[in-house]
């Protein structure tokens, strides 16, 4: 992770000094693309290899919330789909798809998913289940690595938590051996301030295949006031209920 980290951040400030040499821009040009190519591979595996990619549980890490309890979600693809950089900010359109396997003969549920704004990606049916998710288009304007890692942190464990939430009738008669419980259903809740704060969120129902920022500025310093107002003065509020509920929930398992 300090790898990335650092590595990000070297191409960050190369990026702008390439830009603040307007003379010499447009001979950059190929070599700021390459850049920026590289900023956004970095970006992602570094997203990826921290909370994307995780096969095992942990007690101590309550993104592993799906693996404690082998709940059949899966994360599609996670990708950029456009960056461009206006000085120190960085403009991203993410591609982020992922689904819950539910099993062909509960045609019941698949409905009730599909009425609610979740579609069938049957490129990733199994033989006996069907993919059913969401292929969500996220656009935002960051300034700095931190902002981008927690935000899209969060987006991605909403949704996930808010499917897990539409299925949740479907969990219990498939896994009946755990125990979930009310507190389970609204683990999305956690997030929910975040999602209403940046991006025209309201609670549970409201599912769309497009996130778009609510602030339209490119100014790193607004940004910073933005992000720090309603991203970053939530991040310890977030982080601590979640682990104080998953230490206690491994522990019950």
Wanted: aromatic fraction near 18%; charge should be neutral.
């Amino acid at each position: 992770m300090c790898l990335y980290i650092t590595l990000i951040e070297m191409i960050q400030k190369t990026i702008m000094e390439i830009q603040e040499d307007r003379d010499n821009l447009d001979r950059n040009r190929e070599l700021l693309q390459d850049l920026t190519r590289k900023f956004a591979y970095n970006c992602i595996m570094y997203v990826k290899s921290d909370w994307v990619e995780i096969k095992e549980p942990n007690p101590y890490r309550w993104e592993t919330f799906f693996q404690l309890f082998n709940l059949p979600f899966r994360i599609i693809n996670l990708d950029f789909k456009s960056i461009k950089f206006h000085g120190r900010t960085f403009e991203s359109l993410t591609n982020f798809k992922y689904c819950i396997y539910i099993k062909k003969r509960d045609q019941n549920h698949i409905k009730h998913l599909k009425a609610l704004g979740y579609e069938e990606f049957s490129d990733y049916n199994l033989e006996d289940k069907v993919a059913i998710g969401l292929d969500l288009e996220i656009f935002i304007p960051c300034p700095t690595i931190e902002h981008f890692y927690f935000l899209y942190k969060y987006i991605f464990y909403y949704h996930l938590f808010l499917l897990f939430r539409h299925s949740f009738t479907y969990l219990l008669k498939t896994h009946q051996n755990i125990k979930f419980s009310e507190r389970e259903q609204m683990l999305y809740k956690i997030f929910l301030p975040i999602m209403e704060s940046l991006f025209s969120i309201h609670d549970d129902n409201h599912i769309t295949n497009k996130l778009i920022f609510n602030y339209y500025t490119f100014n790193p310093d607004e940004l910073e006031i933005i992000y720090n107002k309603f991203l970053l003065n939530n991040v310890k509020k977030i982080e601590t209920k979640m682990s104080n509920y998953f230490i206690i929930r491994f522990n019950k398992k």
